[in-house]
């Protein structure tokens, strides 16, 4: 018996080499640079769900492009969107890191974990050909091997699988809808507009400003009082207030959210090319805070010049027609809404 000892504290020793071998990162370097999602395909996925604890964005995928589930159908913002889908699919594992499911926690990765991003592809037939778990951040280990960037590289995993992998540059993500919305609303520059009415349900608070042929505009309806002076700022605010016209959040008309909202200011321009918009604005406490809405409308005048529409020139009436469509039926909080409800007295300055 004592012969057979050092044999087996020899083949013990050769048997817990073995296996910790096979627990390490080089037995696995196979995996770290392969797809993560390899049986995914680009054609398939017609539904990329994301969720972060309670929170939950479904993008459907179509051939116009994307929508948001959870905002009644509203566009979502196609070039943010494909570039997740294809950073999805070719996400490929920089370190393999352990295969072992009691440490997923540490990872940032277990099951139960809120604070986890969960990402899940969704084809056609309600099939899911993949999806991944993103985790933690990577402590700054301090050697130059494995210094990732703390705000891009992360601790993922695919859904239903066991392998923790760091990946060196993952975008930071938002499981909230309201982030995934097409935030562009208009595109109306200053100089592209003839004349800009606002009207109040206040008494004397309308006018009408045209354009002096340039970015420069002047009053259309009524004269400056002795001893004052246009207030620039104020004229510009006004010229430009289609220009990167942006959303925070997009709501049906019929939503309960805002179906009583009062919208008694009207801005209303009309464009060198015809077509005109008119952007109608409301403001409401909501959680102790005052929320901006507004509505908008495209119409097209007839007024254009048609001879400077060219097979290369965006044909304006089109444009109107596409512009309503797209907008005419929802309600849209805004940051702000000053630029559309300046009265007249707000004008003036002393000279």
Do not use: C
Request: net charge positive; no cysteine.
């Amino acid at each position: 018996m004592k012969k057979n000892l050092p044999i087996l504290v020899f083949s013990t020793a050769i048997l817990f080499a073995i296996a910790l071998f096979m627990q390490s990162p080089s037995s696995h370097k196979d995996l770290s640079g392969s797809k993560l999602l390899k049986d995914a395909k680009l054609d398939q996925v017609k539904k990329i769900i994301i969720e972060k604890g309670d929170e939950k964005t479904t993008l459907l995928r179509s051939d116009d492009g994307y929508s948001v589930e959870e905002k009644e159908g509203y566009g979502a913002d196609t070039g943010k969107a494909d570039a997740l889908l294809v950073e999805l699919l070719n996400m490929k594992g920089t370190e393999w890191i352990t295969s072992k499911k009691e440490k997923h926690g540490n990872f940032g990765l277990s099951d139960d974990n809120k604070e986890a991003i969960i990402v899940t592809l969704i084809s056609s037939g309600d099939d899911k050909p993949g999806g991944i778990i993103i985790g933690n951040a990577p402590k700054n280990r301090g050697d130059n091997q494995r210094s990732y960037a703390l705000n891009s590289s992360r601790y993922v995993r695919a859904k239903g699988k066991a392998d923790i992998f760091l990946v060196s540059k993952v975008t930071p993500l938002q499981a909230k809808p309201a982030e995934w919305l097409a935030k562009e609303l208009l595109q109306v520059k200053g100089e592209e507009i003839d004349s800009i009415k606002l009207k109040h349900d206040s008494k004397g608070g309308s006018f009408e400003l045209r354009s002096r042929g340039s970015k420069e505009f002047e009053p259309g309806d009524f004269t400056v009082p002795k001893g004052k002076k246009l207030k620039t700022y104020v004229i510009n605010g006004i010229s430009n207030a289609l220009s990167n016209l942006r959303l925070t959040d997009s709501m049906r008309k019929e939503n309960e959210r805002v179906k009583d909202l009062s919208f008694d200011n009207a801005y209303v321009a009309v464009l060198k090319d015809g077509r005109k918009y008119e952007v109608l604005s409301a403001q409401k406490a909501m959680g102790g805070q005052s929320k901006h809405f507004i509505k908008i409308s495209a119409s097209f005048t007839g007024a254009g010049k048609e001879e400077e529409n060219t097979a290369t020139t965006p044909n304006p009436h089109k444009i109107a027609i596409e512009d309503n469509e797209r907008l005419s039926n929802w309600i849209f909080e805004v940051t702000g809404i000053s630029n559309f409800t300046y009265k007249k007295s707000d004008l003036f300055e002393d000279e």
